[in-house]
Nanobody, 123 residues
């Protein structure tokens, strides 16, 4: 089992940047595929990015490609989401999640979730 805690959210102007972090407890962090999801008010939770266990492979939702970068440091049990060129439509609660399966975009394939961190982008 793994416990996830996100940090780094906040209020930023359009065009700005934020870096989200997700710290994981336990010694088996490197055995999990990690993902970032977001949920805006009144909308379903949606996929943002995922990264393989070694960090070699990454996948992104189309609207964030070229703006967001997911990375991980297995020595620090942490996954990151660097968000650049932020837009008001990026406003949401961002969640990190851990999966025992392969890299995928479906929330149902992730076993553990953090509590979320709010990102608000003003126009």
């Amino acid at each position: 089992q793994v416990h996830l805690v996100e940090s780094g959210g906040g209020l930023v102007q359009a065009g700005g940047s934020l870096r989200l972090s997700c710290a994981a407890s336990g010694r088996t962090f490197s055995t999990y595929v990690m993902g970032w999801f977001r949920q805006a008010p009144g909308k379903e939770r949606e996929f943002v990015a995922t990264i393989s266990r070694s960090g070699t492979n990454t996948y992104y939702e189309d609207s964030v490609k070229g703006r967001f970068t997911i990375s991980r440091d297995n020595a620090k049990n942490t996954v990151y989401l660097q968000m650049n060129s932020l837009k008001p439509e990026d406003t949401a609660v961002y969640y990190c999640a851990a999966s025992n399966y392969y890299t995928n975009q479906s929330p149902s394939m992730y076993d553990y979730w953090g509590q979320g961190t709010q990102v608000t982008v003003s126009s």
